[in-house]
């Protein structure tokens, strides 16, 4: 079974840092390119970030993150991580990882996913 399993969420408070970790199993990592999604209530799920196949070489944020959002993977551990520094209200949403096969990241939102994982709660409060 392939499947993504998001973790790491949590309160935090404007300002604060939060590390999601997306554990993937049921495939190899190194020739997936990973992307990073967000989607508050009543809002459009939008592209966060993403992570080309291993050799790839790109990485892209969506403006709104760049600068406070590194994302970064971890084949050996079949793991990818949003690390989430600088935290704003506006970064409150459930945050889901996405993958997709020989691929690679052309924009910020990776292109036609094939695997999603449930989600895990971003709410960035005082």
């Known amino acids: 079974q392939l499947q993504l399993v998001e973790s790491g969420g949590g309160l935090v408070q404007p300002g604060g840092s939060l590390r999601l970790s997306c554990v993937v199993t049921g495939f190899s990592l190194d020739y997936y390119a990973i992307g990073w999604f967000r989607q508050a209530p009543g809002k459009e799920r939008e592209g966060v970030s993403c992570l080309s196949m291993s050799g790839g070489g790109l990485t892209t944020y969506a403006d709104s993150v760049k600068g406070r959002f590194t994302a970064s993977r971890d084949n050996g551990k079949n793991t990818v991580y949003l690390q989430m520094n600088s935290l704003k209200l506006e970064d409150t949403a459930v945050y889901f990882c996405?993958?997709?096969?020989?691929?690679?990241?052309?924009?910020?939102?990776?292109?036609?996913?094939?695997?999603w994982g449930q989600g895990t709660q971003v709410t960035v409060s005082s």
């Open positions: 996405a993958a997709r096969a020989y691929s690679d990241c052309s924009g910020v939102a990776l292109t036609a996913p094939r695997y």
